[in-house]
């Protein structure tokens, strides 16, 4: 299962704000609601993320084997 922990942290670090996301960087409302929850999100929000963040997808995102 791959989280999206790190994303609010590497934001917080860079000072960008979900609102900054939404209103400078046109992210979906929906496409962060998607992260909150850790559900599916495309490679292309993952790519813009990390360019916007200007930080690596190791910075964002994360694996963890599910528990069984």
Not at 14 to 34: F, M, P, T
């Amino acid at each position: 299962m791959i989280i999206y922990d790190k994303l609010w942290i590497t934001m917080k670090q860079k000072n960008i704000s979900q609102y900054k996301l939404i209103k400078e960087y046109h992210v979906s409302n929906g496409q962060l609601d998607r992260l909150r929850k850790n559900a599916d999100v495309s490679t292309y929000t993952l790519n813009r993320l990390c360019e916007i963040l200007d930080c690596r997808i190791e910075d964002i995102a994360e694996y963890r084997k599910s528990p069984d």
